[in-house]
């Protein structure tokens, strides 16, 4: 159909496994994450390369065992040295995270890199009071600040994500404040170094639906301020919501990668496309959904050639052989499928 | 008569109070039936009432006051003991399967045990085991192993089979599908429509993912605080909501076309529930409400209307969601 003109198009001819791109604040490379299993190191992530660029919100989803949380885990040094072998790269200004000893890392999380988590108890400590835990953050990269603009940059952070209140909320522990509070809370600590990346791990999944469109709102008030975001989730709709571009893992790779537009209306993967028709809609009743068979992978038995074949609608004999790379599938738009032509129809 | 409601509740509560505390009114004045074979949901946010509602239809709880009618018999008052032969009619599946599983028992094991516990196995109950495990998409190498060697969409799977086993008239489903990953949640989701299908079962289906509702239900009760603030037609309620909560739930819900962002009417439910220990005067939505007026505070709204679509609103909103949507943020 269009491809022809996209084919053409100069933003595909710069492949992921070239060099950083020029608008990219992230660049990963050919990230793998190796652990030991009972049957042998297994890859929970496998040769993933993507940029982050400047100001953008990218939407990385995948179900359970994806390797999603994995990948940001092992880019964040996040993951115990001792069970996971991780290889590859991953630069932020010039700095290679993956390399980089514990005391760099050290200084670039929560200062560079600030992250949110499903479960806000996971930031918040339970015996500091807010305010004390607001003071840690800022005075952990900056240890001249004095006690004054302390109280004041952490009343300014929690008022910019919406907490009512904030000068009372400094006395206040997390026990006391309610699931969309504590979120809010743990929002405010990681912008308040004003990182240039935020890295949101399923943000939304434990909240109300109404709680979950505020602090979407937040992140996306943090892009239009110029921070990146990688949001992570398994949940489409949010990634329709907020994203600007999508990637889409399946068994510790990336499946599908592209502008959110693109990956909707010209999907370039069986497994993305089968997600989206396992969802119900809001605005019409659909009869009936059409789910995915089966489950994913473990990650000690993952099918050899195109991990989603055994689960593929449209597998041909190629699919459980030859193992599909991620290659230029439109406009800035990549795809990992033998049968990209057949889907599109 | 073969459409009588299987349960009836009618004008239901339930206060809470630890010790000299505060009481907390979970459900005020709920009422509503359920008839054979038909899906009824309940939606709001967390701490609305919902899962209480449903623990005093399960009488697992007893209310404070009000009735609740099981095939036109009032068992509101009755002991655990005088419930035990009502039970089978009645049972529930809850969003941690995890939980609620004996890691010990076999898959085998674990449906068994409602036969055993109502007396009912014998020799003949085996193959009926079998044929559980299969109608929920089990099969046959399963009935020996053990929860921990199940994903969790097979777990919820067994949790289904366990809940069938005593031919119960309703089901009561909190939050199933809640923690599945998205592929998994649609094949328990078609599971659900198959058995209802096939079983003529009905549902009591409590969730806070408002898609899933509409896809399941026939009608639907949005609670807010304790109470019933609109209820109807699944199709009218998502169609055309009339009070402004449903409406801010409904604009909270993600776009699902990236074409569509910014088109809804931005955050309408703002802040967070008040505090249900000390509920607003007048209407308890008011404080968050975008159509909110002074004799809100006065008055609290009684539902009104035909029985399938009516809202406890001063000020209901007069037109369906399509044009609602349409207006700019």
Not at chain 1, 235 to 248: I, N
Not at chain 2, 42 to 61: I, M, Y
Not at chain 2, 143 to 148: C, E, L, N, T, V
Request: glycine share 10%.
């Amino acid at each position: 159909m269009t491809t022809t003109a996209a084919t053409t198009s100069p933003a595909q001819l710069a492949t992921p496994t070239d060099g950083p791109t020029a608008d990219a604040l992230l660049t990963v490379r050919d990230l793998t994450v190796l652990f030991d299993t009972p049957v042998g190191p297994r890859a929970a992530v496998d040769q993933v390369s993507f940029d982050v660029r400047h100001g953008e919100v990218l939407g990385l989803v995948g179900e359970s065992g994806s390797g999603k949380s994995v990948t940001l885990a092992s880019i964040m040094g996040l993951t115990r040295a001792d069970t996971a072998a991780i290889s590859g790269s991953a630069v932020l200004d010039g700095v290679d995270l993956i390399s980089a000893g514990e005391s760099v890392l050290r200084g670039v999380r929560g200062k560079d890199v600030g992250m949110v988590f499903q479960n806000p108890m996971t930031a918040l400590n339970p015996v500091r009071s807010v305010g004390a835990q607001l003071a840690d953050a800022i005075r952990l990269h900056d240890r001249r600040v004095s006690k004054t603009e302390l109280r004041e940059r952490s009343v300014a952070a929690l008022a910019e994500v919406g907490v009512p209140a904030p000068e009372m909320r400094l006395g206040q522990y997390a026990h006391e404040l309610s699931g969309g509070l504590q979120q809010r809370v743990a929002i405010a600590m990681a912008l308040i170094n004003d990182p240039r990346l935020v890295i949101a791990d399923e943000p939304t999944t434990a909240l109300d639906v109404t709680v979950q469109a505020q602090v979407l709102d937040l992140l996306l008030a943090a892009r239009d301020r110029g921070t990146s975001i990688v949001v992570v989730t398994h949940d489409l709709g949010v990634l329709a919501e907020v994203a600007d571009r999508v990637a889409v893992m399946y068994a510790g790779r990336i499946v599908e990668m592209g502008p959110v537009t693109g990956v909707i209306d010209r999907t370039g993967h069986p497994y993305t496309a089968g997600l989206r028709a396992s969802l119900p809609r809001l605005e019409q009743r659909i009869e009936r959904l059409t789910p995915i068979g089966g489950a994913p992978p473990l990650l000690v038995d993952r099918p050899g050639g195109c991990a989603f074949h055994p689960r593929c609608p449209i597998a041909g004999e190629i699919c459980g052989t030859e193992r599909p790379e991620l290659i230029a599938a439109g406009a800035d738009h990549r795809s990992a499928c033998h049968r990209v032509e057949i889907l599109r129809g | 008569m073969a459409d009588r409601e299987i349960v009836e509740v009618q004008d239901l509560t339930k206060d809470f109070r630890r010790g000299r505390g505060p009481i907390t009114r979970a459900v005020r004045g709920v009422s509503f039936g359920i008839r054979p074979g038909e899906t009824v949901a309940l939606v709001g946010e967390s701490g609305c009432g919902k899962s209480t509602t449903a623990r005093l239809v399960a009488r697992l709880l007893r209310p404070t006051s009000g009735r609740i009618v099981y095939d036109g018999v009032d068992v509101t008052r009755w002991s655990t003991h005088r419930m035990r032969p009502l039970r089978p009619m009645v049972q529930m599946v809850f969003q941690d399967s995890w939980s609620a599983l004996d890691p010990r028992m076999t898959c085998r094991d674990i449906v068994a045990e409602p036969l055993r516990v109502q007396r009912r196995y014998g020799r003949a109950q085996r193959d009926r085991v079998d044929e559980l495990l299969a109608r929920v998409g089990l099969d046959g190498r399963y009935g020996d192993r053990k929860p921990a060697t199940l994903s969790g969409g097979q777990r919820q799977r067994l949790s289904i089979a366990r809940a069938l086993a005593l031919q119960p008239r309703l089901l009561i489903l909190d939050e199933p599908v809640s923690a599945l990953d998205a592929s998994i949640q649609a094949q328990i989701v078609t599971l659900f429509q198959d058995l209802q299908r096939d079983l003529g079962i009905a549902y009591l289906f409590i969730s806070h993912d408002l898609a899933v509702v509409r896809h399941l239900a026939d009608r639907v009760l949005v609670m807010y605080l304790g109470q019933v603030v609109e209820e109807g037609l699944a199709e009218a309620v998502f169609g055309a909501p009339r009070h402004p909560y449903t409406h801010g739930l409904l604009a909270a819900v993600p776009v699902d076309h990236p074409a569509a962002r910014g088109r809804g009417p931005g955050r309408l439910a703002i802040g967070e529930p008040a505090d249900p220990m000390h509920p607003p005067s007048g209407c308890v939505y008011r404080t968050r409400c975008y159509r909110v007026a002074d004799e809100c505070a006065h008055a609290r709204p009684m539902l009104l209307g035909p029985a399938d679509h009516r809202e406890a609103c001063a000020f209901p909103l007069p037109r369906p969601l399509a044009e609602l949507r349409g207006l700019a943020r």
